[in-house]
């Protein structure tokens, strides 16, 4: 019988590996994001091939492959209610699908750059969306209608967020900026400017008192909103971080990366916990499932990954730190609105190591941790950092690839039907955007011009001729401003890979549980 009480130190190390489930293949370029229908029937993904895919996991159900936009789909993701997709696409449209065989569609056409991020809010009431023309926007979806933009970054908008409250927004961009924004005032109500290149990804806490940031400078940061305190610094990778997602207990943070790699941190150590090696090249986008028992991965090899997380089955019975302990009786405090986190003042609040004259955001002179997390590891974590590498068996991967030397070692081939199983031949149904179906979003009707005197109505058609110069010539502008964007970008991102150097593909499937290869600030 399962009861409310701490796991024995000593058994923490028994936890379980990630095991990989199941691999998709059918997009014809890099899969740019991936999440998970709330009912667990479902996943779907957004790919550089102009398509959204939505996998069924059941195997005599075909996958469906939307192919509406006329660019690359940055962003996707899946209604709470399960009855709409959104997607983001440099063709600068946001589609909102109904994931069935019709390919109904409605396109929103609000930005004027490349869409690169789009997320339903908790009740499925809103949509926020971010791209290049530096704004993010919010929708309402019962009335089918725009509602408001957030106006305040000085360079594109890559992703953006609601907390779980709907009440506030995250964004962060190519400004090197991390934004909240108070979404009754529209206005920012806290700004992060420690990063020191572009932020590829912005996230929530589950609850809704922390946001996590990561981006080219190859590291994740966490920040209190409530206090405006820097928690948690990691140089996490060794190449740009490309996504992150919180676990939905919030104790784990997975990362993507340039580097290939896949990493789950334990927020509650402050550590690195796992490091996942299986895409053939740059690791673009992750996802847990609603429960957090699954989680997804794609990249630039075209593959769609599906693993079990396992690890998380300790948590039933551990009594996580309380800013992390999800089955706790007593909710989380809400996110402050705007006006009690302009009144909040840290100069009373405990600093990590009680550093009360640390930088904060300098890893050079401070540890940043949570306040409440162990600083340091115990005996039992103390064993357990030893190295743990898992091969697991998929088709053309070499059983004899010699890993670095570690403490400890294991080799788990997995057995013939879960290698068969993980590339099992998916059916795909192509579903093109129904001509009947593809509509955009519904605008008040026009002003009938018949109904006004003369004089009034002369006025109003030279003031509408002189607003469409005006927006041609603004949209000119702007299509220049993108062209020389693209160009800058494009010599930044040579010069980046040049110093790179690149990464080496990783040619088989495997997991290292371990602190060996993480520098935790």
């Not at 998970?36 to 996958?63: E, H, Y």
Request: one cysteine or more.
């Amino acid at each position: 019988m399962s009861t409310n009480k701490s796991v024995p130190l000593e058994q923490l190390g028994q936890v379980e590996d990630p095991t990989l489930e199941r691999s998709f293949r059918g997009h014809r370029d890099a899969v740019t994001s991936v999440c998970f229908n709330s009912n667990m029937k479902q996943l779907i993904t957004g790919s550089l091939d102009n398509c959204v895919m939505v996998w069924n996991f059941k195997p005599q159900l075909r996958a469906f492959r939307f192919t509406g936009h006329k660019a690359g789909v940055y962003s996707v993701a899946f209604s709470p209610s399960h009855s709409l997709i959104a997607s983001g696409s440099k063709d600068r449209s946001v589609r909102l699908w109904h994931p069935t065989v019709e390919g109904k569609s409605t396109v929103l056409k609000a930005h004027t750059g490349t869409v690169r991020c789009v997320n339903f809010s908790n009740d499925g009431r809103m949509l926020i969306t971010g791209a290049d023309d530096k704004t993010v926007k919010v929708w309402s979806l019962p009335t089918q209608r725009f509602a408001f933009t957030l106006s305040g970054h000085q360079n594109w908008v890559r992703s953006c967020q609601f907390s779980a409250d709907g009440r506030l927004a995250v964004s962060g961009g190519d400004d090197k900026s991390v934004k909240v924004w108070d979404l009754a005032s529209k206005r920012v109500v806290r700004s992060y400017d420690d990063h020191t290149g572009l932020v590829n990804t912005v996230a929530f806490h589950p609850d809704g008192t922390c946001i996590a940031s990561a981006g080219t400078d190859c590291t994740i940061k966490l920040w209190d909103v409530r206090t405006n305190q820097l928690l948690q610094h990691y140089k996490a990778h060794t190449g740009a971080v490309t996504n992150l997602s919180f676990h939905p207990s919030g104790n784990f943070l997975m990362s993507t990366s340039l580097d290939t790699t896949l990493k789950i941190w334990d927020l509650r150590e402050g550590q690195l916990f796992y490091t996942l090696h299986g895409h053939e090249g740059a690791t673009l986008a992750a996802s847990f499932s609603p429960a957090g028992d699954y989680f997804a991965s794609g990249g630039a090899d075209e593959q769609v990954m599906v693993w079990k997380t396992n690890f998380d089955r300790f948590l039933e019975n551990y009594v996580a730190p309380v800013a992390f302990r999800s089955t706790s009786t007593t909710p989380p405090p809400p996110p402050p609105d705007a006006y009690q986190l302009a009144q909040i003042s840290t100069s009373n609040l405990p600093r990590p190591d009680n550093s009360s004259t640390a930088a904060v955001g300098n890893p050079q002179n401070s540890t940043l941790t949570f306040p409440i997390a162990p600083r340091h590891p115990s005996p039992a974590r103390a064993v357990q950092q030893s190295q743990r590498e898992l091969s697991t068996a998929l088709p053309a991967a070499s059983s004899s690839t010699q890993y670095a030397s570690t403490s400890e070692l294991r080799h788990n081939p997995a057995p013939a039907s879960s290698a068969r199983r993980h590339h099992t031949a998916v059916e795909i149904t192509d579903v093109k955007a129904h001509p009947h179906f593809d509509y955009e979003m519904e605008v008040p009707p026009p002003l009938n011009l018949s109904d006004l005197p003369d004089s009034l109505s002369a006025t109003l058609q030279h003031i509408v001729g002189q607003l469409d110069v005006l927006t041609q010539t603004m949209a000119l502008l702007d299509e220049r401003l993108t062209m020389n964007e693209d160009r800058v970008k494009a010599i930044g991102d040579r010069i980046d890979d040049k110093l790179q150097g690149g990464a080496t593909s990783a040619s088989d499937v495997r997991v290292v549980r371990g602190v060996g290869d993480q520098d935790q600030r």
